[in-house]
């Protein structure tokens, strides 16, 4: 079965700081795709980025992009000048064969002022 | 914008009783999902349905059952509710694509906190 690991439980960094978020995955596809999530407070879950795995470049999405090395299976995503409203948990997915979302266990990311 | 609702965002009930959670999606999505979110485990999947009348089961089905009459509402029943489903429910919904793997993003709901006594 397809594994998603987030290593990082829970960082914070300073208001304006760039911060990295790691998720590693394991699957056994040739061709998948690889989300970023992130819920904020007390709100829904939205889309930040996603990474099909035969593009080699990586994703990119206003501050937000992401590192995605196929061989070692990482899939990290960084955070530009960071804003308090970049406080929320994020959420590393993988789509598998049956198309169905893995989902990491969540890293909580605190902005502070 | 797609909207996505739950029918509640707090409900708390007692063991034994039958819940049931509702979802309704305005942007007619063919696909709906629900899961469940606990702390430390991420989100699993209990159910999702690729259209009407069509429910398949994800990770975790014990104990939940879903139904799905019409496009845009799927809803989600826990037949009796154990302390162990004491939970965050989330509902999500994607568009399909036709003829192609449906990686379309996901929108999901707000949320139901679910307290069984």
């Known amino acids: 079965a397809q594994t998603v690991t987030q290593s990082q439980p829970e960082m914070s960094v300073q208001e304006a700081e760039t911060v990295t978020l790691s998720c590693t995955y394991d699957?056994?596809?040739?061709?998948?795709?690889l989300f970023w999530y992130k819920q904020p407070p007390s709100r829904q879950m939205i889309l930040v980025i996603r990474?099909?795995?035969?593009k080699q470049q990586n994703a990119t999405e206003n501050r937000f992009s992401v590192n995605f090395q196929k061989a070692a299976k990482s899939f990290s995503l960084k955070i530009s000048d960071s804003q308090l409203g970049d406080t929320a948990m994020y959420f590393c997915?993988?789509?598998?064969?049956?198309?169905?979302?893995?989902w990491g266990a969540g890293t909580k990311l605190i902005i502070k002022p | 914008d797609v909207k996505v609702t739950q029918s509640s965002r707090y409900l708390v009930k007692r063991t034994g009783e039958k819940v049931f959670l509702e979802c309704v999606q305005d942007?007619?999505?063919?696909?709906m999902f629900w899961y469940r979110q606990d702390p430390g485990l991420g989100l699993r999947l209990i159910y999702f349905?690729?259209?009407?009348?069509?429910?398949e089961k994800g990770d975790i089905p014990e104990g939940y059952s879903v139904s799905r009459e019409k496009k845009e509402r799927f809803s989600l029943i826990l037949e009796s509710a154990s302390t162990n489903q004491t939970s965050m429910y989330l509902c999500?919904?994607?568009?399909?694509?036709?003829?192609?793997?449906?990686?379309?993003?996901?929108?999901f709901g707000p949320g139901t906190r679910l307290t069984v006594l």
């Open positions: 999500a919904s994607s568009l399909y694509m036709t003829g192609g793997p449906p990686t379309d993003t996901q929108y």
């Open positions: 990474q099909e795995a035969y």
């Open positions: 942007m007619d999505h063919e696909n």
């Open positions: 349905s690729y259209d009407v009348k069509m429910k």
């Open positions: 997915a993988s789509m598998d064969s049956n198309y169905q979302l893995i």
């Open positions: 699957t056994s596809e040739n061709n998948y795709y």
